[in-house]
């Protein structure tokens, strides 16, 4: 096999690392719809200012709560699946949705208990890690599939094609 044939063999490789990366956030996003819910208590809910990180200052909504599951409570601070910081805004608006005292529906993991979260929806950040994980994943495939099927050929006319569509997309020409 030719040396120029292997190109796409450490692409595949970052793909691969990706894709498993990807798979468990998407594993973990489509789980907590499948998880029963209880009724819990807000018991903390203030807002919490993390150090700035390139001039930007990072915030968290710290709402702790209590639920009860099997007749065994539980406390738990998170709100979303994945815990990140944001912005003073949000973090304001999540506080005045769960004030202390406030009576909450809880989403919890039934093999662990200890998991669980107040909100049942995904980040941006989820997002677009599988966006870039599925556009990454389809050059891939594409690329893996036409040295598959036209090995040996010249490539240069897809490339044209290719370059040609590109150009069209994003300088209009």
Request: charged residues 25%.
């Amino acid at each position: 096999m030719e040396d120029h044939k292997l190109f796409f063999l450490p692409f595949g490789f970052w793909v691969f690392v990706l894709g498993l990366a990807t798979a468990y956030v998407f594993y973990r996003i489509v789980r907590i719809y499948f998880w029963p819910k209880t009724k819990g208590k807000i018991v903390k809910s203030y807002l919490e200012e993390r150090l700035k990180k390139l001039n930007y200052n990072h915030y968290i909504a710290h709402i702790e709560y209590t639920y009860v599951v099997n007749g065994k409570t539980y406390i738990s601070t998170k709100i979303f699946i994945s815990d990140i910081p944001t912005d003073k805004g949000t973090a304001e608006k999540l506080i005045k949705e769960f004030p202390e005292g406030k009576e909450v529906d809880v989403y919890y993991n039934p093999l662990r208990p200890k998991e669980a979260i107040l909100k049942r929806s995904f980040t941006t950040n989820m997002f677009i890690q599988l966006l870039v994980f599925f556009g990454m994943f389809s050059v891939f495939l594409f690329t893996l599939f036409y040295e598959i099927i036209y090995y040996g050929e010249d490539v240069a006319p897809l490339a044209q094609k290719v370059k040609q569509f590109l150009h069209k997309i994003f300088y209009g020409e």
